[in-house]
């Protein structure tokens, strides 16, 4: 069966999911669902220039997505911490998400210099533990980041663009206008980044970076500067993630200590892994069906317990999605859009 | 005798006890083909990764072309002229023998990351020149039926003759061939020693590690031979062939 039937297939199955699954308004469902799937697969699209690309392993995109959304919601008016303080003048909304892609390619271009040396595994080390500490920053630098109470009031900056349009619709529809526009600036964002991806993919620049996926000594020897390449990939990788990471606490209307927390990037790795690794749309259409499935956890949960607690949702979300992540592997390791030669966990 | 263009000194390396390389001296000579051979681990592949930077020797020095590039990467060396296969070969898998090709030939500017995201015309124009290439280069090592399979589709022979061809794109002024004939099958051995010989007039210096001895004596126009980490002989294929160190070390003595 053709791999681009199966995903339609799915797709056609999911909507049909979320719209019967729910008696409480399917509409506010669907965004919901549909804007999370979009920063998930944004997240996972920056993943997979690192892993599909390039063979880098990232195992701290929460990081990469942290720093972007931080440093954006600090650059605009915002109200922070405990106390709620309030500030109320700042940048122009693009002027601050562009200052905070940087903010995301600069911690790459930090962990990668000293790792991206070294062999593989050393970037993955050094990932895992940069997530934690970042983490762990945000937390106690409770000046700065409002550490565990966050910033809040932050969204005006973006919601003020929204359309009347967008607003007529989701009153007439019972949806939220606010996750609405958020959702679709996330799934346009997805666009643009797979178009200007798609176009470095067939450069000679995108082949470069199969290539040292392939054999860096070998890049080395034809006098290509692999350093260099992954470099460039790592920090695209992550500014990419940054950007996911903008519009996830832009959904929230809040950022705090916790959001940006290692089960993050496990469960954008777990979309990388449904959707593909390597192709170009993979990565978005596994967040689709990544999220129709943790809707779906969350209907297990409310048989298996009487009025699940969010932690009960979670533990039960991350057991089915631990299994799913298995069955894939063993079934279907190169996932759903994935090229069968593509997947090879091999890390060079 | 002509200029060296490759020049080494006090080369040492060690790995924990073992002594892989301690070579005092050696020269590349402009023109010739070089050939370096010695028993297994006798520390030739080792020498190689030394004086192409692949691994940094524990002390020494080395001198291309009086530049002294005892500290460079060892993709500027390869810059510089100096290109190297493997003894075991290094293909890109996952991408056609075509593609292999050409990104071994394409040129580092047009791999930036800008260049490649703004993508002019005269980018593709500037990879098109390169098929005329491409081709030759495939036909002269009997790969042109396989141009598109997948890299990893190649027998090992095939793989061997693919890694030498992608070094030929990059107009190397200095080819070091790790055992450029291991696994190749006879009358195709006897049509790559004619295509480096060929290589060779064309201007381009060889070193050569290999343990196919005839083919060695026939082409080579100095041997070099190292046993455990020492160079123990250096002349004319004659000299060496009868010099008693080398036939205890490496030859045997029935190969007389
Ligand atoms: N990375 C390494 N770590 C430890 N020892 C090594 C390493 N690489 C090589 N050696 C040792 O160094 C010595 C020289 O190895 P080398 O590969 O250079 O031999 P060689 O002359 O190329 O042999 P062959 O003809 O079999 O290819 C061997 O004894 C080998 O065991
Ligand atoms: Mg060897």
Request: proline share 2%; charged share 15%.
């Given at each position: 069966?053709?791999?681009?039937?199966?995903?339609?297939?799915?797709?056609?199955l999911s909507f049909f999911y979320i719209f019967f699954s729910n008696d409480s308004g399917g509409g506010r469902v669907f965004v919901n669902l549909l804007?999370?799937?979009?920063?998930?697969?944004?997240?996972?699209?920056g993943i997979n220039v690192h892993f599909g690309w390039t063979g880098l392993l990232n195992f701290g995109h929460a990081a990469f997505m942290g720093i972007g959304a931080y440093t954006t919601v600090l650059l605009i008016p915002h109200s922070l911490g405990r106390e709620g303080v309030v500030i109320s003048t700042g940048l122009p909304l693009p002027l601050a998400i562009i200052l905070g892609l940087i903010a995301s390619a600069l911690l790459g271009l930090l962990l990668g210099l000293p790792t991206l040396r070294l062999r593989g595994d050393y970037l993955a080390i050094v990932t895992i533990a940069a997530a934690e500490i970042f983490r762990l920053l945000v937390r106690d630098f409770e000046d700065l980041?409002?550490?565990?109470?966050?910033?809040?009031?932050?969204?005006?900056?973006?919601?003020?663009?929204?359309?009347?349009?967008?607003?007529?619709?989701?009153?007439?529809?019972?949806?939220?206008?606010?996750?609405?526009?958020?959702?679709?600036?996330?799934?346009?964002?997805?666009?643009?980044?797979l178009i200007i991806l798609a176009r470095l993919k067939k450069s000679p620049w995108g082949r470069a970076l199969r290539a040292v996926r392939e054999d860096e000594d070998a890049v080395r020897?034809?006098?290509?500067?692999?350093?260099?390449?992954?470099?460039?990939?790592?920090m695209l990788g992550a500014a990419i993630g940054g950007l996911s990471g903008i519009f996830l606490v832009f959904n929230y209307g809040t950022v705090q200590a916790s959001t940006f927390v290692p089960v993050l990037t496990f469960y954008v790795w777990a979309a990388l892994i449904l959707g593909g690794v390597g192709s170009l749309g993979g990565p978005a259409l596994g967040a689709v069906i990544f999220w129709v499935i943790i809707a779906g956890t969350d209907t297990?949960?409310?048989?298996?317990?009487?009025?699940?607690?969010?932690?009960?949702?979670?533990?039960?979300?991350?057991?089915?999605?631990?299994?799913l992540i298995m069955f894939c592997m063993i079934f279907k390791p190169s996932g759903i859009l994935g090229d069968k030669e593509e997947l090879l966990l091999d890390v060079k | 005798m002509s200029n060296s263009i490759l020049s080494v000194k006090s080369l040492k390396k060690r790995f924990g006890g073992l002594e892989a390389v301690n070579v005092d001296s050696f020269e590349l000579y402009e023109g010739e083909i070089t050939s370096l051979i010695g028993p297994n681990g006798a520390g030739k592949t080792t020498f190689f990764d030394l004086i192409t930077r692949f691994q940094s020797a524990d002390s020494g020095s080395i001198f291309l072309n009086e530049k002294n590039v005892t500290k460079l990467n060892s993709y500027k060396l390869a810059r510089l002229g100096m290109v190297r296969t493997f003894q075991l070969t290094r293909v890109f898998d996952r991408m056609s023998v075509y593609e292999n090709m050409k990104f071994a030939g394409s040129s580092i500017k047009n791999e930036g990351f800008l260049k490649s995201l703004i993508q002019t015309k005269t980018l593709k124009q500037q990879e098109d020149h390169l098929n005329v290439k491409i081709d030759e280069t495939l036909k002269l090592l009997n790969l042109i039926e396989m141009k598109d399979s997948y890299a990893r589709e190649l027998s090992g022979g095939q793989k061997k003759l693919l890694e030498l061809g992608r070094s030929l794109m990059k107009n190397p002024k200095i080819l070091l061939l790790d055992e450029p004939l291991a696994g190749v099958n006879p009358k195709l051995s006897e049509e790559l020693l004619e295509i480096i010989?060929?290589?060779?007039?064309?201007?381009?210096?060889?070193?050569?590690?290999?343990?196919?001895?005839?083919?060695?004596?026939?082409?080579?126009?100095?041997?070099?031979?190292?046993?455990?980490?020492?160079?123990?002989?250096?002349?004319?294929?004659?000299?060496?062939?009868?010099?008693?160190?080398?036939?205890?070390?490496?030859?045997?003595?029935?190969?007389?």
């Open positions: 069966m053709n791999k681009y039937f199966t995903a339609f297939i799915i797709l056609v804007t999370f799937a979009g920063i998930y697969g944004l997240a996972a699209i980041t409002g550490g565990v109470y966050g910033i809040i009031q932050f969204s005006d900056s973006l919601q003020n663009s929204r359309p009347d349009f967008i607003t007529q619709f989701s009153e007439n529809y019972n949806i939220s206008s606010a996750q609405l526009w958020v959702g679709l600036l996330t799934w346009f964002s997805i666009v643009f980044v020897a034809l006098g290509k500067n692999a350093v260099l390449l992954k470099l460039q990939s790592f297990i949960s409310r048989f298996l317990f009487e009025s699940p607690d969010g932690q009960q949702l979670a533990g039960v979300r991350f057991v089915i999605v631990g299994l | 010989l060929n290589l060779n007039s064309q201007g381009i210096n060889i070193l050569m590690v290999e343990h196919n001895i005839d083919a060695v004596m026939k082409i080579s126009k100095r041997v070099v031979v190292m046993a455990e980490g020492k160079i123990i002989s250096d002349g004319k294929p004659d000299f060496v062939r009868s010099d008693q160190k080398v036939i205890e070390a490496y030859l045997g003595s029935s190969d007389d």
